[in-house]
Nanobody, 122 residues
Framework: QLQLVESGGDSVQAGGSLTLSCSFA???????MAWFRRAPEKEREGVAT???????SYSYSVKGRFTISKDPHKNILYLQMNNLQADDTATYYC?????????????????WGQGLQVTVSS
């Protein structure tokens, strides 16, 4: 089973930037990878996905501000977050499917990190 370890969470002012990292250990990764978040009293939200063909997708709320990417040599998934707003405050999770590009299966079949907190103050 993949081991996912997130880092980079912090508290920032509105308009600021953060980069979240998710490192993988255990096996070579070839499937869909993604970032999710859950804000207090809200449903979990898929933020960004990246598949094995380097195709990306973003939620409407973050499109144009967040960028998902991967360093295949270091086995790290990133989420660059710019122009952060108070509504971005949430616990962020990375998730991955080892060998499938069916990103829609992540919630039920993906491996997940432990989550980290991002707090944006206005």
């Amino acid at each position: 089973q993949l081991q996912l370890v997130e880092s980079g969470g912090d508290s920032v002012q509105a308009g600021g930037s953060l980069t979240l990292s998710c490192s993988f250990a255990g096996v070579t990764y070839n499937g869909c990878m993604a970032w999710f978040r859950r804000a207090p009293e809200k449903e979990r939200e898929g933020v960004a996905t990246l598949d094995s063909k380097q195709r990306t997708s973003y939620s409407y709320s973050v499109k144009g501000r967040f960028t998902i990417s991967k360093d295949p040599h270091k086995n790290i998934l990133y989420l660059q977050m710019n122009n952060l707003q108070a509504d971005d405050t949430a616990t962020y999770y990375c998730a991955a499917l080892p060998d499938s590009d069916l990103c829609e299966n992540l919630p039920d079949f993906g491996d997940w990190g432990q989550g980290l907190q991002v707090t944006v103050s206005s």
